[in-house]
């Protein structure tokens, strides 16, 4: 049975930041899944963006990569010039990219705390001007913020994270309100405890922060990176061309539940 129309980005260019690994990698491979010509970014290096490719490449899926920081106003303006130029317009854009560095607040330096909000905050904003640009002059396109559970909640050692989530969550319905008149749609994905690499360590029997996320989450799991794919279909397809301004959280239940009784 073929995909129904509703859902098939054939024709389509997205771009998606911070997608050389984890769960932006998996959000892309959804998109090239549905027919997308993808396109990802990362700051760090050229040898970990191809490194990535070849991981797109040995699932089956053709992906371009390019080598930028979204916090840096002239590369961004610089590269989404040379994606419109040589590649394509973006239709639809995954703010992806962001860090995190724990500590409690009152011992959280500046510097870390100004790194954090510049990424996961300041950078969607200077990431999606030049972008949102061309879209307000075409009259279309997809922005989907990459969110957090902590848009919605605080928790010890990650104070700057949730400001700037918070910060993002607001920040997406901003750009919904003054973008809608031009048929652009702008949406949230909120993920909730995923298996990554880098949960790996917590992901073990016994640990209690892995018995907290069990039994914190009503699904009774954590998420797979796959588990976001369909979010992200949807929100960057026509099924979702009347939704704006919503963050669609992807967590097994956690936000609709005060937890399980203690004697249970």
């Not at 959804?30 to 040898?47: D, F, Y």
């Not at 990569?65 to 973006?90: H, K, M, P, R």
């Not at 909000?117 to 990459?146: C, E, W, Y």
Request: contains cysteine.
């Amino acid at each position: 049975m073929a995909a129904h129309p509703l859902f098939d980005l054939s024709g389509k260019l997205a771009l998606v930041t911070g997608a050389t690994h984890g769960l932006g990698m998996s959000i892309a491979m959804g998109l090239a899944s549905a027919g997308a010509k993808v396109l990802i970014s990362g700051h760090s290096s050229q040898e970990k963006i191809q490194a990535a490719l070849e991981v797109y490449e040995a699932r089956g899926y053709s992906v371009g990569g390019y080598l930028f920081d979204v916090c840096d106003e002239s590369q961004v303006n610089d590269t989404v010039a040379s994606i419109e130029a040589d590649v394509g317009t973006i239709d639809i854009l995954i703010n992806n990219a962001g860090i995190i560095k724990r500590s409690p607040l009152l011992d959280t330096p500046l510097s870390d705390w100004e790194a954090v909000i510049k990424t996961d905050l300041t950078g969607v904003f200077t990431m999606t001007k030049p972008v949102a640009r061309r879209m307000v002059q075409r009259s279309g396109g997809k922005i989907i913020n990459i969110c957090s559970m902590m848009s919605e909640l605080g928790r010890d050692s990650v104070g700057a994270y949730a400001a700037a989530k918070g910060g993002l969550k607001m920040l997406t319905r901003n750009m919904a309100t003054e973008w809608a008149r031009y048929n652009i749609q702008v949406n949230g994905i909120g993920p909730g405890y995923f298996a990554t690499a880098q949960t790996a360590p917590l992901r073990v029997a016994g640990n209690p922060f892995n018995e907290f996320i069990l039994n914190r989450t009503p699904a009774g799991r954590w998420g797979d990176p796959a588990d976001l794919q369909g979010a992200a279909i949807f929100l960057a397809s026509k099924a979702s061309d009347f939704v704006s301004g919503q963050i669609l959280y992807v967590d097994g239940g956690i936000l609709a539940t005060i937890g399980k009784p203690l004697n249970e």
